[in-house]
């Protein structure tokens, strides 16, 4: 991959997650265990069965336990891009180490947002993945962690007279569903959740997401230490712009799901134009007129 796809740094990002396997997820997995539970609900929707599933993102002890109980699956594999959690296969989103047509299922959970090639990734899953088999995965969004974003800028600004990018980059919501598309997904589908979460102040978010493992790893950051005076003006702006009226300060996360499918000649599959059997002003209890809007009178 040439360095101007470089968009993180996934070297650091390995650091960084491995520090977390380290030491204890511990009360640092509340997103990703809520984001679990909004998944497999939504699994739990889909009315057939999945023989051989692979979760990606499975660094959590308390995974393989919640899917135990999920009727659909009736084989679990797991992978991660690290050891030391329990899964079964050590292997890179970007390179799947798995052949064609191997799954009926594969979830992502919050494994994708730092990944460079998205695109590829995807292909890689819609291959992996048997004919009408699913795709349901979770991904960080564009919204996510806003107010920390225009915080840090500010506070660079002002304090330096430029600005780093501290906050990764995220796709936004559109984005996921034409990202399906182009991988060759059937009936892509692409929404978005914002998850609230308020902290006492910056310094107790930024000690989540390091515990998180959601640190800063985009390829350009600046790679010397913050200076002291910049840190508290961002804190110092944070709390006056976003505070709440208990002093509290939100942090927005917002996570866009993804389900796309297999391709299979089973599924639905558009009408051409011209073979509509009811015409959408019929259904909507109005007037159709042709282009150039209705006739005028004389």
């Known amino acids: 991959m040439s360095d101007t796809m470089q968009v993180f740094d996934r070297a650091a990002k390995r650091r ?6 380290g030491g204890g997820a511990g009360d640092f997995d509340f997103l990703r265990v809520a984001v679990a539970e909004r998944l497999f609900d939504r699994l739990d929707d889909v009315r057939r069965s999945f ?5 990606q993102g499975c660094n959590a002890p308390w995974l393989q336990p919640h899917l135990a109980g999920r009727g659909q699956i009736e084989t679990l594999m797991t992978m991660d891009a690290l050891p030391g959690g329990g899964c079964h296969v050590i292997g890179d989103e970007e390179f799947l180490p798995f052949g064609e047509g191997q ?3 594969v979830v992502g959970l919050l494994n994708l947002h730092w990944v460079n090639d998205l695109p590829g990734a995807l ?14 995965g979770a991904m960080l969004g564009g919204s996510t962690l806003t107010e920390l974003r225009q915080s840090w800028l500010a506070a660079e600004a002002e304090v330096e007279g430029g600005a780093s990018p501290r906050v990764s980059p995220m796709a936004e919501t559109l984005d996921g569903a034409a990202l399906l598309q182009r991988a060759g997904f059937a009936l892509p589908v692409a929404d978005s959740e914002v998850i609230p979460v308020t902290y006492a102040d910056a310094f107790s978010l930024m000690r989540d997401l390091r515990g998180m493992g959601e640190s800063n790893a985009v390829h350009d950051r600046r790679k010397h230490f913050t200076r002291r005076s910049t840190l508290f003006r961002m804190a110092e702006l944070y709390q006056q712009r976003f ?3 208990d002093g509290r300060i939100p942090a927005t996360f917002e996570v866009i799901t993804l389900t796309g499918w297999s391709p299979h000649e089973s599924q639905q599959k558009p009408l051409r134009p011209g073979q509509a059997t009811h015409r959408l002003s019929d259904a909507l209890g109005t007037v159709a007129y042709p282009v150039g809007g209705p006739p005028k009178s004389n």
Do not use: S, T
Request: charged share 25%; proline share 6%.
């Open 243 to 245: 505070a709440g009226a």
């Open 123 to 136: 292909i890689q899953i819609r291959r992996a993945l048997k004919p009408d088999g699913l795709f349901l």
């Open 16 to 21: 960084q997650r491995q520090r977390v396997i």
């Open 51 to 55: 023989p051989r599933a692979l979760v």
């Open 103 to 105: 799954f009926d299922l």
